[in-house]
């Protein structure tokens, strides 16, 4: 069985552009949520999507969105891209909400 | 919002000697709690979970103790092996289809052989 599947592994981008991340979780998954670690943090909630819909989101400004599609594939976009964006976005995704998360090997976005 | 804390920031033991991880969280509603090992490049991996509705939970060199009273949680390996040399992660969550993971700063473990 295939983990979490997250594209691009790596991207650079330049300020002001905008990005968007993409996620397939485990098949069967239905929850997806996404998550900034920021080089020596813990990672830190965006968003979480269950059935399509955005069930949290966390304490980011306006220029990050999310959507889940009806194979429960997700994207995460980002707009008006800054440098303190720069960071390793990992995408989670888990069967019921009695499991565990299983993350995906993230994309280490560079904003220059 | 919750908090998790973790302590000590890095940790350094001797090949075959046990490793303790402690972790505060601050919202006594959460009743999920999980450890990752995060290797340098690679993704965080659960390595095990705690529900507040028990104390304790082994698998095999691994443990996790859950003090509800006083909000911490402790991660403990035995026989440490140069191989679990990592950053660790613990976190907490509500129960619930909502629930986020708030995660702790990590704990930089270093094995020596």
């Known amino acids: 069985d295939a983990g979490v599947t997250q594209s691009p592994t790596h991207l650079i981008k330049t300020r002001g552009q905008q990005v968007t991340l993409r996620c397939s979780p485990i098949?069967?998954?239905?929850?997806v949520s996404w998550y900034q670690q920021v080089l020596g943090q813990g990672p830190q909630f965006i968003f979480q999507?269950?059935?399509?819909?955005?069930?949290g989101r966390g304490n980011f400004p306006d220029r990050f969105s999310a959507r889940q599609f009806p194979n429960y594939s997700s994207e995460l976009n980002v707009n008006a891209l800054l440098l303190g964006d720069s960071a390793l976005y990992l995408c989670?995704?888990?069967?019921?909400?009695?499991?565990?998360?299983?993350f995906g090997s993230g994309t280490r976005l560079t904003v220059v | 919002g919750e908090n998790v804390e973790q302590h000590p920031s890095t940790l350094s033991v001797q090949e075959g000697d046990s490793a303790v991880i402690k972790c505060t969280y601050s919202?006594?509603?959460?009743?999920?709690f999980p450890w990752y090992k995060q290797e340098l490049g690679k993704r965080p991996q659960l390595i095990i979970d705690?529900?507040?509705?028990?104390g304790e939970k082994k698998d095999q060199r691994i443990a996790v103790t859950l003090n509800k009273t006083a909000k911490h949680f402790s991660l403990h390996i035995t026989e440490t092996q140069p191989e679990d040399s990592a950053v660790y992660f613990c976190?907490?969550?509500?129960?619930?289809?909502?629930?986020?993971?708030?995660f702790g700063k990590g704990i930089t473990l270093s094995v020596r052989p």
């Open positions: 989670a995704s888990r069967l019921t909400a009695s499991r565990g998360y299983t």
């Open positions: 098949s069967g998954h239905k929850s």
């Open positions: 999507y269950y059935e399509k819909e955005e069930r």
């Open positions: 919202d006594s509603a959460s009743n999920y």
């Open positions: 705690i529900r507040s509705n028990v």
């Open positions: 976190a907490a969550s509500k129960a619930g289809a909502n629930s986020k993971l708030t």
